[in-house]
Nanobody
Framework: QVQLVESGGGLVQTGGSLSVSCAASGGTLSMYTMAWFRQAPGKEREFVAA????????NYADSVKGRFTISRDNTKNTMYLQMNSLKPEDTAVYYCAATLRGRWPPPLYNYWGQGTQVTVSS
C-alpha cells in the first residue's frame, strides 16, 4: 500500500510561483495514476490535475489550465505541481492522491496524503 507525503507549501504573493511535491513510499510509483486535489476553507475538495503512470497523459481543471503544470519522476517516486501566476483563490490545502493505473482518467483515487497548505496573499 502506497503512502503519500506532500511538501513545499507556503505563503506567496499574488502572481508568484510555488512548487509542491508528493513523495511516495511503500509502492512503486509507476504502478499508479496520480493527481492533485485542493480544498479551500468552507469548500468541497476539488480536482486540480492528474497525470498518467507514464506521464504521457495529463488533465487539468479549467481554473488552473495554463498556470499549473503536473509532472512526475518515477525514478524518484515523486510527483510535482508547479504553480505559476497564483491567485488568492488558489489558497487551499493541496492533497496528492493515487490509484492503481488502469482507466484514464480514473473514476476515483484510493490513496491520499495529509495535505500541504498553500496561501496566496493579495
Amino acid at each position: 500500500q502506497v503512502q503519500l507525503v506532500e511538501s513545499g507549501g507556503g505563503l506567496v504573493q499574488t502572481g508568484g510561483s510555488l512548487s509542491v511535491s508528493c513523495a511516495a513510499s511503500g509502492g512503486t510509483l509507476s504502478m499508479y495514476t496520480m493527481a492533485w486535489f485542493r480544498q479551500a476553507p468552507g469548500k468541497e475538495r476539488e480536482f486540480v490535475a492528474a497525470i498518467s503512470w507514464s506521464g504521457v497523459s495529463t488533465n487539468y481543471a479549467d481554473s488552473v489550465k495554463g498556470r499549473f503544470t503536473i509532472s512526475r519522476d518515477n525514478t524518484k517516486n515523486t510527483m510535482y505541481l508547479q504553480m505559476n501566476s497564483l491567485k488568492p483563490e488558489d489558497t487551499a490545502v493541496y492533497y496528492c492522491a493515487a490509484t492503481l493505473r488502469g482507466r484514464w482518467p480514473p473514476p476515483l483515487y484510493n490513496y491520499w496524503g495529509q495535505g500541504t497548505q498553500v496561501t496566496v496573499s493579495s
